[in-house]
């Protein structure tokens, strides 16, 4: 026997599995669509020989239908019993549309404020019927103050997608930086819906200017510092690097800032830090190419991933202190890697490099292990790295 209550939890589990196309129906106005109403449950009435044997729970299950308060109808059945006499019994809930089933599990407010939103958007924009079904919880949280202004950012961005403009400079009250990060997913989706546009190069998605992101390096010989006005350390964008002119023979790429900072002087040396996987940026530096280069991170799975991207576009490029024997000469400094690299294999690395990499996804050594290099003591790396001087 179906209670109320169990048919409700198992109308929330269908509102979850069929919310989208429901949606879709409910502003299509088409039943050709999703041609699943009405919904029937049917309720287990039980056999006369059940209902006997727990005469008291199935008239208070009986009970609890006869005071249903919700939507939909209830088809109720007679039943001639021997032993019980002539019993009304209900037998299956009918639901006819999702406005019933939102009712039913007490979302009805949510549901039909996204329909009323979603309508909203439709009658300025009739392409973003799939965009905006993507986006339920948004429209269904938006306070009526940022609902409000989403529709007008979108019309805004749709009127000047070649604007240049900085996010900052948008005239629009209330809408900021942050403001545009926080719902960047249903604006993207709905300004690309309605007005497609190919990427431009320093523009995001919305047609507005990138902010530049500077790229850290330190120069560490004296001679190639005399070319930039004596400046060792440099924050720029990587367009204004790649114009500059420097005989560079030998090239680190180093993840840790503070690890970078702790280099010395090297002759015809530079160091670039910080970059993760926007390593791939490097191969736009001409005076990159004929350098040695030798690329520093941490010991774990994302660093030999990162190491690998970089051998796709610089194939020479060497590691240092990324091998197993550092790996097991500092096991006392190891820690927890929070999230490991989702691939299983990696190209381009060495076969000593998978060895490791595979060891590290499978826990060789331990769970999820790593070693991260500003922990490896300095006398060490100076030695490895084969410069006393550092």
Known sequence: MKTPDEIQAVLRRRFQANRREWFLQAVDGSQKIFDCWPLTFNLDIPSEATAFQHIEHVRAWATAWQGWAGPGRIEWVDRKWSRLGSQRLPIRLILDTSDDVARCIGEESQWRR???RAQSILNCWPCTTEAIACHYQELAGYSDTDFARLTSFVSWLIDNRDSGLYPR??????IHTKWIENHRGILADLVTCICPQ????????FGLR????PVRIRILDPLLRSKVGGLCDIAAPIEQLASLELPVRRLFVVENIQ?????GELPESVLIMGLGYGVDIISSIPWVQSAECIYWGDI????LSILAKARTFLPLMRSVLMDRGTLLEFSE????EPEQCAAESLGGLTEDELELFQGLRTNRWGNRVRLEQERIPWAFAQDRIGESHI
Do not use: A, N
């Open 169 to 174: 400079q948008i005239p629009l009250h209330g």
């Open 198 to 205: 190919t990427s431009q190069p320093g523009r995001d998605v």
């Open 333 to 336: 400094l190891w820690v927890e």
């Open 259 to 263: 690890t970078s900072l702790s280099f």
């Open 300 to 303: 774990d799975t994302h660093g």
């Open 210 to 213: 990138l902010l530049p992101k």
């Open 114 to 116: 996204v329909l009323e």
